[in-house]
Nanobody, 120 residues
Framework: QVQLVESGGGLVQPGGSLRLSCAAS????????MGWYRQAPGKQRELVAT???????NTAASVAGRFTISRDNAKNTVYLQMSSLKPEDTAVYYC??????????????WGQGTQVTVSS
């Protein structure tokens, strides 16, 4: 069994910054693609950014230039550095990972989410 645990959310003023972290735990696994998604009140869950094990990134246009995704493969951890935050960035942010078990595809796993609130 693999678990993803997010941390780093909180309350920040417009224009401020936060860094989210997501750590995967378990045994006998590796991770291919990792990513961040978010869901704002009354809206569908949307892609924020993804990163491959090789470091290739894709970022949603709504956050491009403000958010940066990165990862530490040795720690099985993905990060989301958020800057120039806007009230419309307020959402629950979810970590996602494509997990391999003994080098074979296991599944697409989700964390429980961490709340980010941008308000003055």
């Amino acid at each position: 069994q693999v678990q993803l645990v997010e941390s780093g959310g909180g309350l920040v003023q417009p224009g401020g910054s936060l860094r989210l972290s997501c750590a995967a735990s378990g045994s006998g696994f590796s991770i291919d693609i990792m990513g961040w998604y978010r869901q704002a009140p009354g809206k569908q869950r949307e892609l924020v950014a993804t990163i491959t094990s090789g470091g290739t990134t894709n970022t949603a246009a709504s956050v491009a230039g403000r958010f940066t995704i990165s990862r530490d493969n040795a720690k099985n951890t993905v990060y989301l550095q958020m800057s120039s935050l806007k009230p419309e960035d307020t959402a629950v942010y979810y970590c996602n990972a494509v997990v391999l078990l003994r080098s074979l595809y296991r599944g697409n796993y989700w964390g429980q989410g961490t709340q980010v609130t941008v308000s003055s």
